[in-house]
């Protein structure tokens, strides 16, 4: 079983399913994207993404009418596999085709490109061996990446802001995707034991710091799971 929190970005709300891994993911078109799939290599039993990222893969789905098989879809960050700001560990993002050939792979990227569902279609000659793309949200804190967080804010990326602190030994209690009061809290305390300004708010510079440390250094014993 698995616990796949799923951020609706129109009402600003979070929904919680138990599913098992032969589920369907939440709001996704048929079978098209099962549980385990989406998963990919998490170790993780909780899960999330959002309604856009499911709405963008089923109108790529439905356009392409055949499996589009993946690999690559969900992480969490202290999991690693992508880069420091990867849209992988908010759940929104998918390496698709590995298993098809290029020119299969060259009309999944035009479609994808072409809808205009999702917010970035990675160029081809960057993934040559597979299509990647995401349905990000918010403006970039850093040129690219996440965006800035601060108190009343909540989703993915909220979600992704928690469990690196949890994970580095500064708890916010939860990981609900809702930055409260302890998570503010826990924000605080990482800025002023890094040097950085103790506002409460992850700007750029509280985003890169965290990151840096927290990719890919695996499950400590602060990690939550709700």
């Known amino acids: 079983m698995a616990k796949v929190i799923l951020y609706d970005v129109y009402t600003n709300q979070l929904q919680t399913y138990e599913l098992g891994e032969n589920d369907p993911m939440p709001y996704s078109y048929g079978r098209t994207m099962l549980v385990r799939e989406f998963r990919g290599s998490s170790r993780s039993n909780v899960l999330w993404t959002t309604n856009a990222a499911m709405e963008a893969w089923n109108a790529t789905r439905r356009t392409y009418d055949a499996p589009i098989p993946f690999?690559?879809?969900f992480k969490r960050i202290w999991e690693g596999g992508h880069g420091r700001q990867s849209q992988h560990y908010a759940g929104v993002a998918f390496d698709v085709g590995q298993a098809l050939s290029q020119t299969q792979r060259n009309r999944i990227w035009n479609i994808a490109n072409d809808l205009g569902?999702?917010?970035?279609v990675?160029?081809?000659?960057?993934?040559?061996?597979?299509?990647?793309?995401?349905?990000?949200?918010?403006?970039?804190?850093?040129?690219?990446?996440?965006?800035?967080?601060r108190d009343g804010n909540r989703g993915v990326y909220v979600l992704i802001l928690q469990d690196a602190l949890n994970a580095l030994g500064y708890t916010t209690?939860?990981?609900?995707?809702?930055?409260?009061?302890?998570?503010?809290?826990?924000?605080?305390?990482y800025q002023?034991?890094?040097?950085?300004?103790a506002d409460g708010v992850v700007g750029c510079a509280t985003w890169t710091r965290i990151v840096s440390e927290v990719?890919?250094?695996?499950?400590?014993?602060?990690?939550?799971d709700p």
């Not at 569902?117 to 970035?120: A, E, N, P, Q």
């Not at 990675?122 to 967080?149: I, M, Q």
């Not at 998570?183 to 605080?188: K, M």
Request: glycine share 10%; proline share 7%.
């Open 215 to 224: 990719v890919g250094i695996g499950r400590t014993p602060t990690v939550i």
């Open 173 to 189: 209690y939860t990981l609900d995707g809702i930055f409260g009061n302890n998570t503010r809290n826990a924000v605080i305390s």
């Open 117 to 120: 569902v999702w917010v970035y």
């Open 192 to 197: 002023q034991d890094n040097g950085l300004q």
């Open 71 to 73: 690999r690559y879809a």
């Open 122 to 149: 990675e160029p081809l000659s960057l993934t040559p061996t597979w299509v990647h793309f995401d349905k990000r949200y918010g403006t970039p804190a850093c040129s690219a990446g996440y965006p800035v967080l």
